[in-house]
């Protein structure tokens, strides 16, 4: 029954862009004007802008499809391009950020003060059990996956709250994109790199100005290096990792959305799957060296203040 649902065409089908798309055409606008006024300092500002074009040109393709074939399955292909497209997105924050001053010596202070050490430099170092080590990788390589497992289910089983779900998820990430955009950090992996490992561990926190500008060698990530989990996160890392996007955590904003949606739909299984891995998520990020821990701590914060924002938005107008 679910599986003729998909195919069946619908009576009454969207005419326009989906809320969805237009969270993410928002976001390519603001980029836009940004690109435009800061283009001489940028490095390649002539593919980033073909790029915009690309995500415009393939997101009314998507659209013209829908109206051709108007049913679920081509709306799903829809949702599918914008989450897929969120892999371009993210290096795309580094190529506009970079112009703007780094504030990770500013955020390491904060770690400092709150805890009186780094977290990020001493949890690896604390527990390097290869169990331990994999299950922290397992947690952050299961980000992706807990996203298309919130999605699927509200598409097979909840459609006719779909639109808003994947309205809110998309637009989570535009939101913590335009504060990475603006707000340069780039976390321990980076940060402690370029500052020196041995000034960190004695609460020195440099500031290295435009130093991401023209590097982007990281740390190597901690844990057991033959770890099947451990090779998937920084198979991850080599091809798309870039200084960028440490606070807050989106890892653990999207995540913390995730629960949330799944808590609204009132599925335990759905929820008590999502959780353990929740769990493991905001360890992880700090254990592998990704973020500060106060990274985890604005994601929480966001993710309430950016939720409660979308879904009375989901209200309105999906």
Same mark, same amino acid.
């Given at each position: 029954?679910?599986?003729?649902?998909?195919?069946?065409?619908?009576?009454?089908?969207?005419?326009?862009?989906?809320?969805?798309?237009?969270?993410?055409?928002?976001?390519?606008?603001?980029?836009?004007?940004?690109?435009?006024?800061?283009?001489?300092?940028?490095?390649?500002?002539?593919?980033?802008?073909?790029?915009?074009?690309?995500?415009?040109?393939?997101?009314?393709?998507?659209?013209?499809?829908?109206?051709?074939?108007?049913?679920?399955?081509?709306?799903?292909?829809?949702?599918?391009?914008?989450?897929?497209?969120?892999?371009?997105?993210?290096?795309?924050?580094?190529?506009?950020?970079?112009?703007?001053?780094?504030?990770?010596?500013?955020?390491?202070?904060?770690?400092?003060?709150?805890?009186?050490?780094?977290?990020?430099?001493?949890?690896?170092?604390?527990?390097?059990?290869? #169990?331990?080590?994999? %299950? !922290?990788?397992?947690?952050?390589?299961? *980000? $992706?996956? =807990?996203? +298309?497992? /919130?999605?699927?289910?509200?598409?097979?089983?909840?459609?006719?709250?779909?639109?808003?779900?994947?309205?809110?998820?998309?637009?989570?990430?535009?939101?913590?994109? #335009?504060?990475?955009? %603006? !707000?340069?950090?780039?976390?321990?992996? *980076? $940060?402690? =790199?370029? +500052?020196? /490992?041995?000034?960190?561990?004695?609460?020195?926190?440099?500031?290295?100005?435009?130093?991401?500008?023209?590097?982007?060698?990281?740390?190597?990530?901690?844990?057991?290096?033959?770890?099947?989990?451990?090779?998937?996160?920084?198979?991850?890392?080599?091809?798309?990792?870039?200084?960028?996007?440490?606070?807050?955590?989106?890892?653990?904003?999207?995540?913390?959305?995730?629960?949330?949606?799944?808590?609204?739909?009132?599925?335990?299984?759905?929820?008590?799957?999502?959780?353990?891995?929740?769990?493991?998520?905001?360890?992880?990020?700090?254990?592998?060296?990704?973020?500060?821990?106060?990274?985890?701590?604005?994601?929480?914060?966001?993710?309430?203040?950016?939720?409660?924002?979308?879904?009375?938005?989901?209200?309105?107008?999906?």
């Amino acid at each position: 029954m679910v599986i003729k649902k998909i195919f069946e065409i619908e009576k009454k089908p969207r005419k326009g862009l989906m809320a969805f798309e237009w969270a993410v055409m928002a976001y390519l606008l603001f980029t836009l004007l940004l690109i435009m006024i800061t283009f001489t300092k940028l490095q390649n500002p002539g593919e980033m802008l073909w790029g915009r074009a690309q995500v415009v040109i393939s997101t009314l393709a998507l659209w013209w499809v829908y109206r051709m074939i108007p049913c679920r399955l081509t709306m799903m292909f829809r949702v599918a391009l914008q989450l897929i497209l969120l892999s371009w997105w993210y290096p795309d924050t580094y190529d506009i950020n970079q112009v703007f001053p780094n504030l990770d010596h500013v955020f390491a202070g904060y770690e400092q003060q709150l805890f009186h050490f780094q977290p990020a430099l001493v949890f690896s170092q604390a527990i390097s059990n290869p #169990v331990f080590s994999e %299950l !922290m990788h397992l947690g952050y390589a299961s *980000y $992706y996956p =807990l996203i +298309a497992l /919130v999605t699927l289910y509200y598409f097979l089983y909840r459609y006719q709250e779909f639109s808003r779900v994947v309205f809110i998820i998309l637009a989570s990430f535009m939101l913590y994109y #335009v504060i990475f955009v %603006l !707000m340069p950090v780039t976390g321990p992996q *980076y $940060y402690y =790199l370029a +500052a020196g /490992v041995d000034q960190i561990a004695q609460g020195n926190f440099p500031n290295v100005g435009d130093y991401f500008a023209t590097h982007t060698e990281a740390l190597t990530i901690p844990g057991w290096k033959d770890g099947f989990f451990y090779q998937c996160v920084a198979s991850a890392h080599a091809a798309g990792e870039r200084p960028t996007a440490a606070f807050p955590s989106s890892h653990v904003g999207v995540t913390t959305i995730l629960l949330l949606l799944a808590w609204h739909a009132r599925n335990r299984k759905l929820l008590y799957t999502l959780l353990p891995f929740y769990v493991l998520m905001c360890f992880a990020t700090v254990y592998i060296q990704a973020h500060y821990a106060v990274d985890v701590i604005g994601g929480w914060i966001s993710a309430l203040v950016i939720y409660a924002f979308l879904f009375f938005l989901s209200k309105k107008f999906v």
